[in-house]
Structure formats: C-alpha cells, structure tokens
C-alpha cells in the first residue's frame, strides 16, 4: 500500500531536480561575483587554493618569503630520525622557497642555494630554471599559482642525511598564460647548509601556450 | 474511487510534471545564457588536451670534468673481505661529465703484467697482493691513466644491486650457456635478474673468445645498468635505494656526500654513447699457467685517446 504522502511528492519537482536547480542559480551568482577565477574553482580544480605552510610548519622566522612551496619528504633510503626529517624539510621548503621566489616570480639569477658550479650552470639554462620567458619582460611579474615539492632522502645514519632529491611542481602564470615547471633538485648538505648541486628541470607552456595538465595532488603553494 | 477518477488525477499529475520540466529547461537555458553573457573570458583556460612546448635543462655540479672509475668484481666468498680476493671483472671506465660521453677499457683478468713491488704476475692477482691501491696502479700502468676512484664488489654485492635496481637490460651478442654454472641469456635483448645478471658477467666457456668476450659482456652489463637506472629515475627514492646499495654492497673510501654526488654525475652520461672497448691479447703460459700476453700498445693508446674527453677517436 502507498503511503498517503506518496502522491503529493509525487506531484512535486524531485528533490534532485531542486538541487539542480539551487545549484544551476548558485552557480550564476557565483559566476556573477566571482568571475574567471571562480571557473576553475568549479571545474574542480584545486590548484588555486594557495596554503601558507604544510601543517604544523611555524611561519618562517626569517621573515615571510613571498611564495610558499610546501615541501614533504616521502622517501627515506636507509633510517631518517622524525627530528631531523623535519629538521630537513624545514631547511629545503626555506631554501627552494628563496629560489623560486627569486628566479621564478622575481625573473632573477641569483640562485640563492646553489653551489657555485650549479649557478653558473644555471644561469646557461635561464629559459628554464627562472621565469624570465614568462610573460613580457615588463609586464606584471609572474605569479606563483601552486607549488609543491616531495623529497627523497639517502640517510645512511638516523640522523646524517647525505643527500636528498626535491622533486618540484610549480604552476606560474603571466600575463594570462600558465607555465609548469617540473623535475628534481639535487641536493647535499655542505659547510653551507644544503645546497643544490644539480638540477632537471622541465618548462611547459611558456610563451603564451596553455598547459591543460592538471594537479592531482591536493597539497599545493602559492604567492602569499 | 471510479477508474475515470484515478485517470483524470494521473493525467492532472502528468501535465504538472511536463510543465516543472519546461520550466527547469527553460530556467537552465536562461542561467546558460547568462552565464555566457556575463563570464568574463577567464584568464586561465584548461583545456582537455594541447600541444605544449616543453623546454629541458639539466646540469649537475661536479668538481672534476672527466672522472676515471676503476670497477672490480672480486670473486670473494660470503665473508671474506672483497679486497683481499682476486678481480674477476676488471673494467677502467672514463666518463666525461660535460659532455655525458663516456668509455669503458676492459682488461681481461689473466692479463699478464708488471705488478708495482711484486714482478710479473697476472693482473688480478694484484688485489691479492695489495687490494684495491695496488689494483689501481696495475691497471693504470696498462692503460696510461690513473683512476679516480676504485669500487669493488663481489658477486652477493652485484645481485644485491641489480635486485635493488628490479632488474636490468642488456644486450647480449651471443646465445650463452656455461657448462660451469646454470643459466642461459639468449641472443639479443635481455631482461636480467640478479642471479642472471651474475651468469651473464661471469660465464666464459661457451663464448668465442673467452675472457675477452666476458670482459665485453660485462661492458655490456655496465652500460644496461645505466640504462636501466636512467629509466627510473623520476620514480621517487629509485636513485636514494640505488645509491645506499652501492654504499652497502661496495668497498670504497669515498665519503657518502662524495658518492652521492658522483652517482648523481654519472647517471648524466647516456649509455648510447659509452663505448667499450677490450684490451686484446694473445694467449700463453707463464709458471704452467694459461695467461693472456696484453696488446700494452693497444691498452696505452685507448688510455691517451680517452684520457681527456671520453672518446676513442680511432675506435678499438
């Protein structure tokens, strides 16, 4: 036997079809006050939604950098203490933090972290280890959309990492067009903190070209 | 209730729902148009697929432009230190860090030599005498060039690596099975497990030319090795576990900062351009021995050739 209410829901629009309705109006709305950037946020794209720090990072004490860069270690060959993990991780988001925001949103060549042999040999690659091919030279500078780095670590002792590869995902754009930047970072630790010695980077997309690659990974930076 | 009744209220009901439905249409139709009206073409466009010019660069810090390696594979027992056993596998490998070319000498292992403090004496027998240092300078008497670096292994310490490597390919020039030893590699392209790796670096019986077909074959090993490792380097920790392998299965004083780095340096060289060459010779005796009398001309001319840049000019 059919419930009494069944034929007045039965002459009501479905619940789903509301929802479509609520969510169509929302989306106008959405679309009127947000405008482009609310495309992406819903066509699910995350890669926007900068955050400041990976969770449980304090802010940097040196001062606030600019860009963020989240940086995980997800590999360990050999035995790294927590400690020191973080110790690591912490020293490589500062570290890969200065380089980006310098070379990539600054179109400079400093390489800060670098030892001296990797910056020479940066700077001949410049196309591609910084943004100067991003956007018109004077134009607005790039802007770092998302960031993230994973880091493998050779630790042959708990607590002597010795030497460590950042694998690097920046999403940047300029003057309406995005670039991503992918590849390692090779790093050791030196007299002067870890440095990068070596580099493999890949840019896609610079010169006006959209790149239709999308993040996959929730995790993910930006200009602060 | 009469049936008229029930067919007029189920007509009622189906004329609303036609109705909601027009309206729901008619409605998205208007939020469609408005939203094209209205959007303003949005500065970042993701499209379902592009065409997109991707520009590489790679570079890797090292402080020496050429490094000349010294591999060993010492047929050590389990347990007994490497560098107090004979060199089975004798290979003086050059590599050229700017330009990523490299060359390999193989020496076959009963080449008959001055050994520095000892006379003449085959060349493995060297590692006896002195280990590793007095390996480097018979062997860099050969060929003219001092290495850099000496690793030795032993064969548990190969197929430790290749089993962390998952594996390697090689390209064997011959269909080989050993009588000594179980195993077989077929002509042509193989993939190699680590027991099967260590047959195809240490048979010799069924090849043409013995040891200098081993010593070439085990070329062949090095360069399917680097193949192997540039293939998986972008999965993340394949080069952290290959490198704390090395430290493990190998004896070298290189600090693992030093190693780190040269492993990374090494990895640049292609292995379409390491070229290997054998250092021929003819066979004889000496004390009722069977040894190989070396082509030291031969030797000393691949050492000069490639001493600078890592190439053979006049080839082998």
């Not at chain 2, 970042?44 to 090292?62: M, Q």
């Not at chain 2, 076959?108 to 403090?117: A, E, L």
């Amino acid at each position: 036997m059919r419930s009494p209410h069944a034929s007045d829901d039965a002459s009501r629009p479905p619940a789903r079809s509301r929802r479509t309705l609520v969510v169509a109006l929302v989306a106008v709305v959405v679309l009127l006050l947000g405008g482009g950037a609310a495309v992406l946020a819903l066509s699910g794209d995350e890669e926007d939604a900068p955050t400041a720090t990976e969770p449980g990072e304090p802010a940097d004490e040196k001062g606030d950098p600019g860009v963020a860069v989240p940086t995980r270690v997800v590999r360990v060959a050999g035995k790294l203490h927590p400690a020191a993990e973080r110790r690591l991780a912490k020293q490589l988001r500062v570290l890969l933090e200065e380089y980006v925001e310098d070379a990539y949103v600054g179109r400079g060549k400093a390489f800060p972290g670098f030892t001296d042999k990797a910056r020479r040999l940066a700077r001949r690659d410049a196309d591609v280890t910084t943004g100067r091919r991003l956007g018109a030279g004077d134009g607005e500078p790039p802007v770092l959309r998302s960031g993230r780095v994973r880091v493998a670590v050779l630790s042959p002792r708990p607590r002597q990492p010795v030497g460590a590869t950042a694998a690097v995902r920046l999403v940047l754009t300029a003057d309406g067009s995005r670039s991503t930047v992918t590849g390692q970072l090779h790093l050791t630790p030196t007299r002067r903190g870890w440095q990068v010695f070596g580099y493999e980077l890949a840019m896609s997309g610079a010169g006006g070209r959209v790149d239709a690659s999308t993040e996959k990974d929730g995790t993910s930076g930006g200009n602060r | 209730m009469t049936a008229s009744t029930r067919t007029s209220r189920l007509d009622a009901r189906r004329g609303r729902g036609r109705a909601y439905r027009w309206r729901r249409t008619a409605l998205l139709a208007v939020v469609l148009a408005v939203a094209a009206l209205v959007v303003p073409d949005p500065s970042l466009r993701s499209t379902p697929a592009s065409l997109v010019k991707v520009d590489r660069a790679d570079g890797v810090d090292h402080d020496r432009r050429m490094v000349w390696v010294l591999v060993l594979g010492s047929d050590a027992r389990p347990g007994d230190p490497p560098w107090r056993s004979r060199a089975d596998a004798i290979q003086m490998v050059g590599l050229n860090l700017e330009t990523g070319r490299g060359v390999m000498i193989g020496v076959p292992r009963d080449s008959y030599v001055p050994i520095p403090g000892r006379g003449s004496d085959k060349i493995n027998a060297a590692m006896t005498y002195g280990g590793p240092p007095l390996m480097a300078r018979a062997v860099g008497d050969l060929v003219g060039v001092r290495p850099d670096y000496v690793f030795t292994t032993t064969f548990e310490g190969l197929q430790s690596m290749v089993y962390t490597a998952g594996g390697v390919v090689v390209q064997s020039r011959f269909d080989i099975t050993d009588p000594k030893m179980p195993g077989h590699v077929r002509q042509g392209r193989n993939r190699l497990d680590a027991r099967e790796a260590l047959f195809f670096s240490r048979a010799r019986y069924a090849l043409p030319r013995g040891d200098f077909d081993r010593s070439a074959n085990q070329q062949a090993l090095l360069r399917g090795t680097l193949a192997t490792v540039r293939s998986r380097l972008d999965r993340p920790g394949f080069f952290e576990r290959g490198v704390l392998s090395v430290l493990r299965n190998t004896n070298t004083d290189l600090s693992p900062v030093e190693l780190y780095r040269l492993a990374r340096a090494v990895t640049k060289v292609r292995p379409d351009r390491l070229r290997g060459c054998v250092i021929g010779g003819s066979f004889g005796t000496a004390g009722g021995a069977s040894i190989v009398i070396p082509d030291v001309s031969t030797a000393r001319r691949l050492g000069n050739e490639a001493r600078n840049d890592g190439t053979f000019e006049r080839g082998c």
